[in-house]
């Protein structure tokens, strides 16, 4: 086989194996396991961001590995492709058909059941339904936690978070969801089920195989269950809003509190002026935490399993009054309790919704070195903005992880809709080879799905391709498993 030989596309199903494929499935899932009806389908065939919206063939909703297992089998017998989606909250249509509609939604959203959460061991094993926020509280009853939170913790699923390999605001201390994955359940395309739930801190038999399902966004089996670490609960928490006169500073900060702080410093988020008074313009009763305007804001976050709320926060002051003095920062605010710093954890998690309310946007979730990441910022904006004249640049996120939302605002008067196809196009391949020629990712926690599948293969080296193709063809020959995504 060539390492650039695509996957083969499966043949539409014909009438009349799609109704022996549902006769069958109906028999199999029962009433509750599945579904053609439109209105129940609907809400889960257009993704989080409304930019795609496909057909199906019918909702597959099965309620144990089994179920999955036995569907799959029956996929693979009429060839039948397979969608899978969790809680759909994903950012590139990864979950979203196309609009043949000869392909099935698979739900994991019924097999929601923690199967074991073992304090002693700091494991636990989710099937793959689990709501991450269900997690968290689950981890908290027992005086732990679990390491990993985003945005979309309401809808997003472990299993959707595994296939992504999910980021989110802890990385910087914690890593992304491949570090908190101790072990998978995973049903392949022929419908065998690969146990790999086993959690060995040493294990050498060959392959990590797991690690393959890992940000493989459905591409390569169905995710059925993990085993993932928990940490003890956190005994205090700190967390303050920065304001900095350039985003050259911020990275200067972030050297130095992770130098200051060690293990305690969780999250290290940037925000620009620009972003902040979207915020503040959109969302209800929303304040800046300083008086001044600055032209970048940091968010740093520090938690211990040890300190209480009150000696974390002394040190944090400590560290920000030395980067006063230093003058490199020009003013902070700690938060005085809880409430105070979720309202500054608001600020940052509304940058989304108050950009849309502005008006058409580019989104791009890069990643450069993470010492690289002021300049490219610095270099990129302009760039962008000269080239494509009344546009505007602007970069958010977790800098801490060499990691930004790079978003690129229409002109103003620019229509929803049309100014994207025929403007933004042009303007996401002028960021992604900015992007490539310093060396860094087109993706850096969102994935592939079908919104950057044509610039992977574009920008990713053909060697690497070429492996990730053979791999595809390897676990899923008749390419039935998420057509059209990733690879
Ligand atoms: C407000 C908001 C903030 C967000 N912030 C972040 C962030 O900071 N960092 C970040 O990384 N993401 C973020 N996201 C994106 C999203 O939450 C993640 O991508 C998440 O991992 C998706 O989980 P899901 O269950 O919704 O998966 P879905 O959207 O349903 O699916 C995502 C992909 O995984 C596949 N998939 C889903 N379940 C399975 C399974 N069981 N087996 C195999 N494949 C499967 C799908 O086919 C698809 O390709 C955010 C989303 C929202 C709405």
Not at 329 to 351: H, M, S, V, Y
Not at 357 to 379: C, W
Not at 380 to 390: D, M, S, V
């Amino acid at each position: 086989m060539k390492a650039t030989m695509k996957h083969p596309a499966p043949p539409p199903p014909t009438l009349a194996t799609d109704s022996d494929f549902l006769a069958a499935a109906e028999a199999l899932l029962g009433p509750r396991g599945l579904t053609r009806d439109p209105e129940l389908m609907q809400p889960w065939l257009t993704d989080w961001r409304g930019r795609y919206t496909g057909r199906a063939l019918a909702l597959a909703q099965p309620a144990s590995t089994a179920e999955v297992a036995a569907l799959m089998r029956l996929c693979a017998a009429h060839r039948v492709p397979v969608v899978p989606q969790g809680g759909n909250s994903g950012m590139v249509g990864g979950a979203t058909p196309d609009a043949s509609g000869g392909a099935l939604l698979l739900s994991l959203r019924r097999m929601a059941a923690i199967r074991r959460l073992d304090p002693a061991a700091g494991l636990v094993v989710c099937e793959a339904g689990v709501v991450l926020q269900h997690l968290h509280e689950a981890a908290e009853a027992q005086g732990l936690r679990f390491p990993l939170t985003l945005g979309g913790k309401g809808s997003a699923t472990i299993g959707g978070l595994v296939s992504t390999n999910a980021g989110g605001t802890q990385v910087l201390r914690h890593g992304t969801m491949r570090a908190q994955v101790l072990g998978l359940e995973v049903v392949l395309a022929d419908g065998s089920v690969l146990d790999l739930l086993a959690a060995l801190k040493k294990d050498n038999r060959g392959f990590d195989l797991k690690q393959l399902f890992i940000g493989s966004e459905g591409t390569l089996g169905i995710v059925t269950a993990a085993a993932l670490r928990l940490l003890p609960a956190a005994a205090g928490r700190a967390t303050a809003w920065v304001g900095l006169g350039g985003i050259k500073e911020a990275g200067r900060l972030l050297r130095r509190m992770e130098r200051r702080l060690g293990d305690v410093l969780e999250g290290f988020e940037v925000v620009p002026a620009h972003c902040l008074a979207s915020v503040l313009a959109h969302q209800p009763g929303a304040r800046s935490p300083l008086a001044e305007r600055h032209p970048w804001n940091a968010l740093i976050e520090c938690v211990s399993p040890h300190e209480d709320n009150a000696a974390l926060s002394e040190t944090l002051e400590q560290a920000l009054a030395e980067a006063l003095e230093a003058g490199l920062i020009a003013d902070a605010a700690i938060a005085a309790n809880e409430a105070q710093a979720e309202a500054f954890w608001a600020l940052r998690d509304g940058i989304s919704a108050a950009e849309r309310a502005l008006g058409p946007a580019m989104q791009h979730d890069i990643s450069v070195p993470v010492e690289a990441m002021p300049d490219f910022i610095l270099a990129a904006g302009p760039a962008i903005e000269a080239a494509h004249p009344g546009t505007r640049a602007v970069a958010f996120g977790h800098l801490g992880d060499g990691n930004v939302h790079f978003h690129v605002l229409a002109p103003e008067g620019a229509v929803r809709g049309i100014w994207e196809e025929a403007e933004g196009k042009a303007i996401s391949a002028h960021v992604h080879d900015l992007v490539t020629q310093w060396g860094g990712s087109i993706s850096a926690e969102h994935g592939i799905g079908q919104m950057k599948r044509d610039e992977l293969a574009r920008l990713h080296d053909p060697v690497a391709l070429g492996l990730m193709r053979r791999i595809k063809a390897a676990l899923d020959p008749e390419g039935l498993l998420n057509p059209g995504k990733l690879v």
